[in-house]
């Protein structure tokens, strides 16, 4: 039982820590899978360390107690989240949603998809410029959750 490298840059980690980190997203993936998600649970994600990381919502305590118990493990990281998976899903529906719309807005989101790690909904915009921020928050949501990130033409003209 040795060390070994990952992609993560600069990082050696245990394998023993890292098969523990692995089994214990099994486990939560395959409790959400089938409970669906805890009203303050935010999201997972395996931290650069290589920790099994929960994000939480307050840090509510029912809910830490509940992923522990999910897992039988004492070694779950928790981190405080500002928004729930439930609404960060809410918001991606409301952005998906207009993308089929045939405006000018709509026509210039690529992307929505939910990062856990930063807790946020990431809007890809072909154009993210300030005025074209405005327009999207103007027209489809001007929520805070909400962080726009420049995107690429799928098929360059």
Same mark, same amino acid.
């Given at each position: 039982k040795g060390w070994r490298e990952i992609d993560m840059p600069n990082s050696l980690i245990n394998q023993d820590a890292l098969y523990d980190a692995d089994t214990s997203m099994d486990k939560i993936n395959a409790y959400l899978e089938k409970n669906g998600y805890p009203e303050k649970y935010a999201g997972h994600f395996l931290s650069e360390d290589g920790k099994a990381t929960v994000s939480i919502v307050g840090m509510d305590d029912k809910t830490i107690a509940l992923f522990k118990k999910i897992t039988g493990s004492n070694a779950l990281q928790f981190i405080s989240a500002k928004y729930s998976y439930l609404s960060l899903l809410a918001e991606q529906e409301k952005v998906t949603d207009y993308m089929g719309k045939n405006d000018a807005i709509a026509k210039n989101i690529v992307s929505a998809s939910i990062s856990v790690k930063i807790n946020k909904l990431q809007v890809g915009l072909l154009?993210? +410029? $300030?005025?074209? #921020? *405005?327009?999207?928050?103007?027209?489809?949501? +001007? $929520?805070?959750? #909400? *962080?726009?990130?420049?995107?690429?033409?799928?098929?360059?003209?």
């Open positions: 154009d993210n +410029s $300030s005025g074209e #921020i *405005e327009k999207f928050k103007k027209n489809v949501s +001007s $929520s805070p959750m #909400i *962080e726009f990130v420049q995107e690429q033409a799928e098929y360059p003209a």
